[in-house]
């Protein structure tokens, strides 16, 4: 099972939006609403941003939104803000015999 | 919310065991999936294995032939074994709560597998 697809850099201007893209096959994005996002900060743990695709849990800012359309999720960063930067993650179930599959990671600069 | 905290040795030779425990706090087992997740720089994430409060468990195949995972609900932990380890065993190791998604995580603990 190979880790899903993400760009390994993203970066945008206060204010702006920003899309991070996540693709995978028919077997794990494609297949299921299983996706999550995780933003994680240099020395921390991952942080929990989205999940079942575009599903915030308690706390989250809503400039924060999750698509999906075949094989590919997106997480969209809206009002890019300098707390913004960090490392953003997907995460998908797959049908293959390792239930879960994270993404190659993302690295968010503010400029 | 859930509090979690890894606990272990920082430094395990080849060929030996790594044998890590997470204490859970200011929550119960009950209806829970308890995870473990580890990180490199090289691998990214990487899922290990999950048990169920019931018991359950389900394991990465890749490691299946070397891990265990199990459970002290009377102590409120879990703990994660991981058999003849390499230095490819070098990582993070995070504890989480979640069966398909993680909220709830531990600070993560830096496992660094050298003679």
């Known amino acids: 099972q190979s880790a899903l697809t993400q760009p390994a850099s993203v970066s945008g201007s206060p204010g702006q939006s920003i899309t991070i893209s996540c693709t995978g096959t028919?077997?794990?994005?494609?297949?299921?609403?299983?996706v999550s996002w995780y933003q994680q900060r240099p020395g921390k743990a991952p942080k929990l941003i989205l999940y079942?695709?575009?599903n915030r849990p308690s706390g989250v800012s809503n400039r924060f939104s999750g698509s999906k359309s075949g094989n590919t999720a997106s997480l969209t960063i809206s009002g890019l803000q300098g707390e913004d930067e960090a490392d953003y993650y997907c995460?998908?179930?797959?049908?293959?015999?390792?239930?879960?599959?994270f993404g190659t990671g993302t690295q968010v600069t503010v400029l | 919310q859930v509090q979690l905290q890894e606990s272990g040795p920082g430094l395990v030779r080849p060929s030996e065991t790594l044998s890590l425990t997470c204490t859970v706090s200011g929550g119960s087992f009950n209806n829970n999936y308890w995870t473990w997740i580890r990180q490199t720089p090289g691998k990214g994430l990487e899922w290990i294995a999950y048990?169920?409060?019931?018991?359950?468990?389900k394991y990465n195949p890749s490691l299946k032939s070397r891990v265990s995972i199990s459970l002290d609900t009377s102590r409120s932990q879990f703990s994660l074994n991981l058999r003849s380890v390499t230095a490819a065993d070098t990582a993070k190791y995070y504890c989480t709560r979640g069966g398909g998604w993680w909220e709830d995580w531990g600070q993560g603990t830096l496992v660094t597998v050298s003679s």
């Open positions: 995460c998908s179930y797959t049908s293959s015999s390792i239930p879960y599959v």
């Open positions: 028919s077997s794990d994005v494609g297949a299921y609403n299983f």
């Open positions: 079942d695709v575009s």
């Open positions: 048990i169920y409060y019931t018991g359950s468990t």
